[in-house]
């Protein structure tokens, strides 16, 4: 569905401003000049508007499926605006947690992983054990000495 608007303010232009928050794109053109001696600005806006897309797709006729590792995305163009599911990151929630790092916005550093292994980019843990003198789940203890 194509909807075209045309604008015409008369006056002082200097100060208009044009801006939309709606999910869908536009497109617009302007010409400035005069019009019984004031300036004036005429524009047009061209949008495509698509239905509102059920949670979890987005895109023209809702066609796209959003991330599963996102928690929600812009259903327009399938950006994670909702944040992330642990362990990942990116603008469409598409990237594991850097090296070392896990949890929730990849913000929780890993453990003493055996011989420097990355740990688990969703609960931290190291999936080959923890390196000498460090035990627990996330390996982030120290051993005890018996004495």
Same mark, same amino acid.
């Given at each position: 569905?194509? /909807? ?5 303010? *008369? ?9 939309? /928050?709606?999910?869908?794109? @536009?497109?617009? /053109? ?14 047009? *806006?061209?949008?495509? *508007?698509?239905?509102?897309?059920? @949670? ?7 066609? $796209? @499926?959003?991330?599963?590792? +996102? *928690?929600? +995305? ?24 850097? $090296? ?37 789940? $996330? +390996? ?5 000495? $018996?004495?």
């Amino acid at each position: 569905m194509y /909807t075209t608007t045309s604008y015409r303010f *008369i006056g002082n232009t200097d100060q208009i401003q044009f801006s939309t /928050t709606a999910a869908h794109t @536009v497109t617009s /053109t302007s010409t400035f000049g005069s019009f019984t001696d004031e300036p004036y600005i005429e524009f047009a *806006i061209t949008a495509t *508007i698509s239905p509102a897309c059920k @949670v979890g797709s987005y895109g023209e006729n809702c066609a $796209l @499926v959003c991330n599963d590792t +996102c *928690i929600g +995305c812009d259903r327009a163009n399938g950006i994670c605006d909702s944040g992330f599911h642990p362990g990942w990151k990116g603008k469409f929630c598409d990237e594991e947690c850097d $090296l070392g790092l896990h949890g929730e916005d990849c913000s929780m550093q890993c453990g003493h992983c055996l011989e420097s292994l990355p740990c688990h980019a969703i609960n931290g843990s190291c999936l080959h054990g923890c390196a000498a003198g460090y035990e627990g789940f $996330l +390996c982030n203890k120290k051993e005890e000495k $018996l004495r």
